[in-house]
């Protein structure tokens, strides 16, 4: 479904990817991990095309993608969440998650009453009791949840969650997990970005492995763990 080809980004001279392959299929769970400035957001930016690409291709469901601007992206089906989350600050939880419903009912046409699909959304993910507050009012998590939701108001065919975890405690990482997991069971493929290991562990079917803009590893769970190159990417020497 998604196919990324000799992708390369150069910030100035800086190359903060370089030559990356990847292939992912419909319904896949992956997990894409490597160390802070590894590239992780970069790629995601030049999927989603909120970066333009320096080189190579991106392409899905069989179309060239490389230079479509994102909003036609998400209409292909290609959603994401962004590492910081990004709600409109002057709207309630409702209100955030009724933008991407609206455009998608604009352009994708699925028929349903936009209210009763928000809040089926906010249902979804345990929100509905926040559906008026505005994101200041909301707590970590919820902010994390808001922007999935988000997401998935698009309901797109691709994933893509940055960092959704990051700053969340025991119990509320597992709510997330088990978020991510029912959303992967309904079919949507999705990239986990995530430095939370046993979470990324436990959601993968593959991962993939950044270092300094390159993929090196891509595999099973506990192959890609146990590789040498990895491991000394993580643990030093
Ligand atoms: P990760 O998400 O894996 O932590 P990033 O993709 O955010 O890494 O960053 C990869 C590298 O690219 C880092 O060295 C970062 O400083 C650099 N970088 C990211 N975005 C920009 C940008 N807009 N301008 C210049 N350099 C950037
Ligand atoms: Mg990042």
Redesign the pocket.
């Known amino acids: 479904m998604l196919v990324v080809k000799n992708l390369t980004k150069r910030?100035?001279g800086?190359t903060?990817l370089e030559s990356i392959n990847i292939s992912i299929g419909a319904g896949e769970r992956i997990g894409l991990i490597?160390?802070?400035?590894?590239?992780?957001?970069?790629?995601v930016n030049c999927i989603s095309g909120v970066?333009p690409v320096s080189d190579g291709s991106v392409h899905f469901d069989g179309d060239n993608i490389t230079h479509l601007p994102p909003h036609r992206r998400t209409q292909l089906g290609i959603g994401r969440t962004f590492?910081i989350p990004k709600p409109f600050e002057s709207m309630s939880t409702l209100q955030n998650v009724c933008i991407p419903l609206e455009y998608a009912a604009r352009y994708g046409n699925h028929g349903e009453a936009l209210p009763d699909r928000a809040q089926q959304i906010l249902a979804d993910l345990d929100l509905r009791s926040k559906a008026d507050l505005l994101p200041e009012g909301l707590t970590q998590i919820d902010l994390r949840k808001l922007e999935l939701a988000r997401a998935i108001a698009i309901r797109p065919k691709l994933l893509i969650a940055d960092e959704v975890m990051a700053g969340l405690a025991g119990a509320e990482i597992d709510e997330v997990l088990g978020l991510l997991q029912r959303l992967g069971k309904s079919g949507i493929a999705i990239i986990m970005?995530e430095h939370i290991m046993h979470a990324v562990m436990e959601f993968s079917e593959r991962m993939i492995v950044?270092n300094t803009?390159k993929v090196i590893a891509d595999g099973a769970p506990d192959d890609v763990i146990n590789d040498a190159i990895v491991e000394q990417v993580y643990l030093g020497e």
């Open positions: 910030f100035g800086f903060a490597g160390p802070n400035g590894s590239g992780k957001s970069t790629l970066l590492q970005i950044l803009g």
